[in-house]
């Protein structure tokens, strides 16, 4: 039990940080246009 819980807090800590990544470079690629 304890183990799918790590399991799911690791894919909900790459889910945000793959999110965060994604708006870094978004807004990173529409400075640059601007």
Do not use: H, Q
Not at 8 to 15: E, G, P, Q, R, S
């Amino acid at each position: 039990m304890s183990g799918n819980r790590i399991i799911l807090d690791t894919n909900i800590f790459l889910y945000l940080l793959s999110t965060e990544i994604a708006r870094s470079v978004y807004f990173n690629c529409d400075k640059k246009n601007l």
